[in-house]
Every structure is written in structure tokens, then in C-alpha cells.
């Protein structure tokens, strides 16, 4: 049997975007796709498939699977595990492959949630009947999420894992959904699950405790310990509901230099070189500022002023140095404009558009061409509300039609 190995299953544009005061746009969105793909990263959770407002975003970013724009990172929507949830999917995302059913799990909320809607064993079958129908629909890989398994007992944890399996789910999703766990708490109850089930897991952890990432590999490192792969749930600057969920850097560079990790595989395809970039980016599109003091990414991830550590660091950057910036593709300059600038928005001309491009080394074959990603990079500026940044002028000339539909909503 191979040895089991750790994967990374990006939850940005599902428990990011659902979280309190922040957003993002349908092309902010898809921009996170891209940069997912570009850092090797397995699977992005990349929306709510039952939403209407999604759907043109989510039938778009599948296209974009089609035309290979996306092909490391599968795309995978979030639903409740409820059978009529699944047909809606389906029939408003017809070719979505990759679903995560969710149902709560715990006395707290079957009790105080369901109000008698249902009780333990319909929950088990509604979820069971959700799976099924998933399958039946033509899904090629199905989540069973446990939402409050922290708090669940772990007899009926174990008899509801058990019951996904045998419906035909290849992953059950283990969230601490209060953050409530320790590492202590979540290795032991994980181990326990996967000795009993064997299946692979999904680690799915909050911040609430400050023990996000922590919790995050004590879960992986238990699945992997009996057996089975781990899949760990990240968000980009561990964006996420309340305290937020564990960061995609931090848990990435905890599982290759933490202290006992040696002998865990992380998924190869992971390249940590887009690390600094796809940080950058969702800072900007989220509005929220990165701290100083975020690990990898942030300013002071590499900065040394005390006597003993500057002079440490420059003799031999292993003395106060865990990992190379290098290694985070950072240490490139940024080259800021400070003359004259021609940007490009919503009340844009194709005089000043033509020259944002040229700048790019985007050419267009015609006039007619050229006026019509003009009209689409106004669009594009008006759908997100901030300067549109290079990486997305260029996506939008690429495939037009796709940002089209990207940009269109009909409530
Ligand atoms: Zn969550």
C-alpha cells in the first residue's frame, strides 16, 4: 500500500467569502481558482452550487476546467447534505464533478439547530439519500462534511461515518466547526475515527483558540498515522467564519519544517513559490492588510534588526531563518510606476485602454476585438469595485467570453 499522504483542499471561496463583512467578486474569485492551479493545490471548494448568484461563475470556472486553463486544481461545491440540494446542483451546475455534503453531527446542534426536524437517525439518512443521489447524478468524488464533529459523540461520530462510506462517500470531513479542539483532542478523536472507519479524512478546523494550524497537522498526522490520507482545509491569509480557518502558507510550511513532520508527505504537485503572490492578491480583493508579523508572507517574516539577530542572520541565515524567502517567491523587486499612469476602468476609452495593454504585451488582431475587452474590462471594473489588477486585465483578454459570463448575474 502507498504511503498516506497530506493534501490540501482550499476552502477560500466557500468559508472565506461566507464569512462576516468580507467578499469577494465572481472574478475575484475565479482569479483564486487560477492562482490554486498555479500552486499545485488538489481541490478548491469553489462555491454554492444551490446559490443563483453563483451560477454563471461556477458554469464558468467548469469551462475553464474544459479548456485547460485549470488542470492541477479540481473545483468542488459545498451543499448540505440534503437530496433535494444535490438535484438542484446538478441541474443549475450540470458539470460539476466534486461535491461536499454537509449535515451537523453533534447533540448541540441536532438537538438546538434541528428543533425535531431531525433527529440522529435521519440525519444519517438524509445524508445517506444525498450521497447517493450524487452519485446517481454522475459525481466523481463526494465529501461527507460532519459539521460540529468536535462535539459529537464519537460512537455516533464512528456509526456516521460508517454510513457515508458505505453510500458511496470517499472522504469524511471532520470539522471543528466552534474551533473548540487541541491537538491533543484532535489527533485522538481523529485517530480513533479512521482505526474505526478507514477512510481518508478531511481536516476542517477554526481559529477560535488561536490552535488553527496546529489542530490542522495533529489532524492530518492522525489519518496519516492510521493509514489513510489526510486532507487539510485552508484558506488564503486564513481567511474564514469569526477567527478564521487554518492559513494555506502556514499549514503548507508547517508540514514541510515543523519539528516531527519529517516523515509526513505533503502532495508533491504543492509549489510554495506562489505563496507570496496568491497572498498578495487575495489581501487586495478581500480589503484586508496583511500583518506584519504573518507567517512567510508577512513584512517581518524576514526582517532582522536587533544586534544579535542582524548579525546572526547575515553570517549564516539558518541561525534565525527556518525557511528561505526564496522558497515563498519572495525577494523579486516590485517595480511601482511613479510618472504618468494610464489605468483602466469602468469609464475607460480605447486610447487609454489600447496603451494598458501594450504595456502588458497583450495585442489584439483587430479594432473590433480590442473595443470588445474594452467593454468587458468596464464591466469588469464596475463588478469589482477597485482597480483591476494585471493578472486580470490579461485574464480577461484570454477568454472573453468566460468573463462575460462571469460578469453576468440575472436575479
Ligand atoms: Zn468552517
Known sequence: MP??????????????????????????????????????????????PVTHHETNYLNANLELVKRGALKSTRLEGWVRAIKEDVKTAFKLVPQIKHLNLSISTSEQMIVHKFKGKLDYASVISEMSEAVKEARESGAESIGVNAEDASRTKMDYLSEFARAAKKAGADRLRYCDTLGCDTPFTIYERVKE??????????????????????????????????????????????????????????????????????????????????A?????????????????????????????????????????????????????????????????KITAGEYSGIKGFRNVYEKLEVEFHDDQEATRVLELVRYANVHNQKPLVDDELKFIAKYPDIAKQIFTMNP
Open 3 to 48: 504511503k498516506p499522504r497530506i493534501y490540501i483542499i482550499d476552502v477560500t471561496n466557500r468559508d472565506g467569502v461566507q464569512t462576516s463583512r468580507i467578499c469577494l467578486s465572481k472574478l475575484e474569485k475565479t482569479m483564486i481558482n487560477l492562482y490554486l492551479n498555479e500552486m499545485g493545490i488538489f481541490q478548491s471548494e469553489f462555491g454554492f
Open 193 to 274: 475515527l479512521v482505526d474505526a472507519v478507514k477512510m481518508p479524512v478531511e481536516i476542517h478546523c477554526h481559529n477560535d483558540l488561536g490552535l488553527v494550524v496546529a489542530n490542522s497537522i495533529a489532524g492530518a498526522k492522525a489519518a496519516n498515522d492510521a493509514g489513510q490520507d489526510a486532507y487539510i482545509n485552508t484558506c488564503v491569509n486564513g481567511m474564514g467564519e469569526r477567527a478564521g480557518n487554518a492559513d494555506l502558507v502556514s499549514v503548507i510550511l508547517a508540514i514541510k519544517y515543523g519539528s516531527g513532520m519529517q516523515g509526513y508527505s505533503l502532495d508533491e504537485n504543492v509549489n510554495l513559490k506562489m
Open 276 to 340: 507570496w503572490k496568491i497572498g498578495k492578491y487575495a489581501s487586495y480583493a478581500f480589503g484586508v492588510p496583511i500583518p506584519i508579523n504573518q507567517p512567510g508572507i508577512g513584512a517581518n517574516a524576514f526582517a532582522h534588526e536587533s544586534g544579535i539577530h542582524a548579525d546572526g542572520a547575515l553570517k549564516d541565515r539558518r541561525n534565525y531563518e527556518l525557511y528561505d524567502f526564496e522558497e515563498l517567491g519572495r525577494g523579486e523587486p516590485e517595480i511601482i510606476e511613479t510618472g504618468r
